[in-house]
């Protein structure tokens, strides 16, 4: 039986998507900024989760591109993504959340934005954010902001 791997595993495979006889050198120009951010997004997700820390990546306006299972797993019953936004579970916590994606997003000085949030069983969460600098090499960046997440 064949194995289907979807694009991202494509890309990461040294494979083009798009044009799977082809190798990733010998693909057109436009494909590859896409996949190097991709593979840049995925790097730094992993070194988090390389320290027990969860990931949510977002885009220039707070837009939610990714949330690692360590940080699904960590926010249950705090934090919930609706419509691709981190929400809180109450009016203060969404406060919280929405004032440190706002300092995260705004700037190119990498300085940690940090929270804690509290359940109502008394477990607190750590956020922090911290803006991603701009890659010149890469003509495509959505990565704005990573929100780091950490149980106390």
């Given at each position: ?50 320290m027990?820390?969860?990931?949510i ?6 837009r ?11 926010m ?16 203060a ?23 804690v ?26 990565l ?9």
């Amino acid at each position: 039986m064949k194995r289907q791997i979807g694009a991202e595993g494509a890309a990461s495979a040294g494979i083009h998507p798009a044009h799977p006889a082809a190798p990733v050198d010998m693909v057109p120009a436009g494909f590859i900024a896409p996949m190097l951010a991709g593979a840049r997004a995925r790097g730094i997700v992993d070194a988090y989760e390389m320290m027990a820390l969860g990931t949510i990546l977002l885009d220039e306006s707070g837009r939610v591109l990714h949330t690692s299972e360590r940080a699904k797993s960590m926010m249950q019953g705090m934090i919930s993504i609706v419509s691709e936004h981190m929400v809180g579970a109450t009016a203060a916590a969404n406060s919280v959340i929405e004032a440190l994606i706002a300092r995260g997003l705004s700037g190119s000085e990498i300085k940690r934005e940090s929270a804690v949030l509290e359940s109502l069983q008394g477990k607190r969460l750590s956020l922090s954010a911290v803006p991603v600098p701009e890659a010149p090499e890469l003509a495509v960046q959505l990565l704005k902001s990573v929100v780091v997440l950490s149980l106390e």
